[in-house]
């Protein structure tokens, strides 16, 4: 295999590394350093879960949570009280205190969900605040500031406590490594770029949010279980939104969504914290400033300041030969799903008193590739996002197939088969090319075979990525797929979004503008590949505003004028019909140079 | 040089070493204060520290044999600060006796870590009267504590106000402080065959007392418990109310900072706890050296004496051991006298039963007059 | 019971919401324009508080210390502008998170407040009534008694509301600030100048900070650590009021400091508690805020 598709093979997990981390945990009691070190060993332990929790939450989904610290307290609360008021042994209390804090995440996760950007960080502020006053003021189960005396601790001896922290710390990394490197992290990055792109191929918004949030919120109250049985004591002045600050800090300057950015954020925060102590006159001035420094200097955060700039921007090698108009090499997939039909009845569409689309019935019949024009602001997108679902018709039916589709969400009806691509190019910035085409995938192996390959390194998602290549390598863009997409040159990567696109195995494909913004030469490979399509079966349909293109490929095209539907036929017919020329196309000598 | 010669300077040389030897061993004390946070916290905290610093100022004027640092940290008033800063302490900078801090959770939190580990810790200026209960019958008890205690200023309160008043309200925070002060008070005044007529809670971080001094007034109560951590809220929501109860607390009340913000008048005839009277003798002189090392930083005398106090004891039983010897210190703690106290502390303050500086002889009752803070008559 | 007493209460508490309404405003107008705000506007308060007090203390009078006061928090503000937001411009939104300014502004917050504690010391500080040299001055109206500067916030704060109304939607630089904040490389294309307005809204930002700095002293006590709890509720007053209009924001305020007033004086345990949770519910419920406008996110 060449260099580049090497490079394009999945990551797996870093063995050294884990042992590397035993072996550390297991010298250090034996090390001529002072009980104190150990001490701190186990906050850093426990610190960095919760940071672990905050990074995958917002590094990966980018949901932002300010109040990791009322989680935190659910944890060491259930905790402390299972093992002091119930007598459960430790390991029992700590599932309890987890569960408690997973219960609380998945309460907020709900209200979460309603929620983004500034007023998700504000909804769950409230949340951790709300936590905080309740911890203070209930006195008769929390003990208020004065705390829970007497809470049980492990082992009675520092380097037991810190074996049980290391491991926990050491199983929650692995699996965070796992979800990073694994279709859960595509899915959760695109759910981070858009929550529009992520259903459109197929993910469910809503339950991933809600699954990311209750797990960060329960890997916080894992730490927060550890550290009340940490020195036996649980006090309410721990739990303020300080707490969560840090938390944030501690997973930023770490560097956000890497995968050791949480235990290098968390040493560096708390060695920070230890060289204040001594310093209170100036702490809060120091604290802020290389808050400051570290933000504005090292954006990528301590990981991205130790490993230079990531990896040196891959350049695409030079590409192989294309697929010719000739014949090219075919898909060699177990072949495209046979297209289905699209019809479209009397669908309305108005917002804000204008009827963006009014009446349209549309049918497309399988196999083909059906145009969608007209002049700006005819409604033609607004058309696409009710197929797609990303809109709500008014009136009128959408129906796939022979499946009424009309109330089902987007998710849904990517999963029934419906594939597209977006007029402003949605591709995960942070993933190579291959890996955006991967996300269109369903996945085919369980949880534990994939976790498997992962951890042992075994070709993982082999099967995944050879059909990926062949999809890149059908649309002869093979070369470019271990590139970031903003390493690869527009056109490129309109056909990675196309690629993608055809990782879902659709049935029907919407494709909003594919040749937007290239030049001839790449969007005639576009057109190549989109009747390559037809060829195997698929069903397009392309909303386009170049004519040669729309001319060129369409076998029937549907014409939109003030949200109305003023034209449906051939491409001969429409090109004739006074009523199109009249709306767009202006005299039919002109329309032939409108191109180029 | 002459054979006696050579013997004269090879004494002087022995004697150069031998002192060389034996001179200023160097013994660290620790100290944990809550000194960032709200003023709270920050105002007991910088205060003890303040009465500690002076101490340490007098202990190397008058030549204390042993030379001792201090190894300050700020807690933040985080338990988990607090937990892991002991640990730094005893197993780091291996000190062997600690003072501090201000939070009473704080010093719960950490005083089984000390008496695990065999250091003393002389707390303060925390108040809660678990404290010392909690390990006193531990043989040998590690944990001392030179402040105020919560039981017996309490106690002092009900005496007073029990035979003067008929109507007495109370008000505390919600916190677990203020939750605990207000079941002392029920209990007390019970036990004298009374009732408090109103009781009010508010948050800590509350900005207006208005609403529960407004019930203080319709219930008709002369006398408020001020038992919220916000000392000055109550008198400032008086003239709004054009209500003039007397205002009675814990010694809070006798911070600077409170006629500072609510003026002289407002706090004339108030009581509180006390253990200092800065009219008389020692006290006097030490709340002007105060005023004039810290000048308006300086802004509570009793927290502050009592500070003095415990470094006093502290130096003290260090100079006699000589040693970071913690067990050694330890007993020479229990076992101080001839302590001058600037606080009410008396001379020999510990005993195997008793580590509080302060006992409920010594804690008496003071007033605002004149913009000084006076003993009860 | 006197009567007089729930509706001088609510007046307390209206006075205190009209403050959070202020500061929540700079949120509205910094959010508009770059999509963030000052994590730490209730610390600029807080130095603004502090500020006025160094004025008093100077005997300066009043009308001269106000200005003096927003001067300095102007230049905070350009402080603020230039090292906590400008160096985050065309910061790729993917990696470092689109919350990169949360940690800057709280930073610059820490700074600040180090700053102040080392120069006034960390205690409470009394700020004397404005206009009076009478520490316990009241007003009596209605039979109320009620403090002055509680009326003079209310008011400021409704006519800030008022004024920004006008200003963001009937006159032509609210209509540039609107296009930078739609669309900021168009605006700029359209001779807008988009770096001055972005620098501009944070000195906006920073004036109103001022105005409830100077008003809030007499009102509360003034200690260094009194930022946060402001920026919270203030953060949760623009969730509330929705972050779309001055009007909303104003109506939001108001409303959290009558049901945090009427809440304490019902239930003074948890008091603080409830209007918090009605307003996590009211977000959930709606959560572009009463008088927010849903941003739909679709293509």
Redesign the interface.
Known sequence: MSVDVKRAQGRAAPLAGYAAFVAAVVALPFLPVSPFVLHLAQSLCYTAIAVIGLNVL??LS?Q?S?GQAGFFALGAYGSALAALRLGWPVPVSMAVGTAVAAVGGAIVG??AL??????L???T???G??VE??SQ?WVGITGGAMGLTGVPQIGGDAATFLALAAGLYLVVQIGADYVNDSFAGRRLRAL??????AASVGISVRRWRAVTFTGCAALAGLAGTLFAHQSGYVGSDAFT?RLS?SL??AA?IGG??TRSGPLLGSLLLLGLVEFISGVE?????I???I??TV??LF???ATGALVGWRRAPSRPSAPTERATAAGGRGLSLEGLPAGTSLTVESASKRYAGVKAVDGVSIRVAPGTIHGLIGPNGAGKSTLI?LIAG??RCDAGRIVIGTRDVTTLATADRARLGLART???L?LI??LPAIDNVLLGMTRRRSLGSDFKDWLLRRDFEAAARTEALDILRFLGIEHAAPCLPRELSYGHRKLVELARAIAQRPTLMLLDEPIAGLNTVEAREIAHAVKQLRGLGATIVVVEHNMEFVMSICDAISVLDHGQLIANGTPDAVQRDERVVGAYLGAPAESAEVVA | MTTMNKVLASMALACVAATAGTAQAQVKVGVIQGL????AI??FG?SYLQGIKLALHDYQAKGGKTKIELVVYDDEANPQRAVSLANRLIQSDKVPVVIGTVSSGNVLAMSPIFQKAGVPLMAGPAVVTQITAQFINESPSYIFRCSMVNQFEIGALIDWSAARYKKIGLIHS?TGAGIFAANEVQEGLKGKGMQLAVV????P????L???M?KMR?AGVELVLNFHE?Y??PFRAL????YKPVIAGPWGLSST?VP????KDAVEGTVMGQALDVTAGRAREFDERMRKEYG??Y?WPVVASLGYDAAQIVFKAVDRVGKPDPAAIRDAIENVDGIEAMSATPAKPFAKGDHECVDKKDVFLGVWKGGVVTRLP | ??ST?VP??MI?GLA?GAVYALVATGFYIT?LTV?K?NFGQGDFVMVAAFLMLSTRSAAIPVMLAIPLVMAGMLLLGLILER??IR?LDG??S???????W???T??????V???V??VY??????SPPLFSSD??A?VHVFGM???VEELLVIATAMLVAALFYLFMFRSRWGKNIRAVAYNPDAAALLGIDTRMIKVAVFLVASLLAALAGVLIGP???V?P?MG??LT?KA??V??VGG?SSPIGILAGGLLFGIAE?GS??VD??????YP??A???L???K??GLFGERAA???
């Open positions: 917002l590094g980018g932002m300010l709900v209200f309603r929620t983004r950007g500034l007023y960080a504000m909804a502020m409230a949340a605040f709300v006053i309740l003021r981070r770029e858009s929550e529009a792109f939104i600050i944030l800090i930023v956000l969504g006159k100036f702490g809060p001035m604290y802020g400033g808050l400051l933000l504005l954006p990528q955060g996002n990303l809109y977006f007029q402003n949605q910035e942070a | 960032s946070g709200p003023p920050v105002d910088e919600t009010e809670a508010a948050a971080g509350v900005n207006d208005s609403a529960q407004s319709d916000s000055e809220l003239a709004r109310l054009n900072k500072e913000i609510v003026g308006s930083a802004r | 019971m006197e007493i001088q209460l307390t205190l959010h999509d705000v090292v906590a160096p910061r790729r993917s990696n470092v998170g689109a919350f990169a949360i940690l800057t709280a930073g610059v917050a820490f700074i407040q180090n700053i504690e080392l010391g960390k205690s409470s500080q009394y520490r316990n009241l008694r009620l403090v009102l509360v006590t200690q650590h946060l709890i919270i953060l949760v623009a969730a972050l007033a304490n004086y003074s345990t948890f008091g603080d508690l918090l949770v307003a996590m519910l977000v959930a419920l959560p572009s996110d679709v293509r």
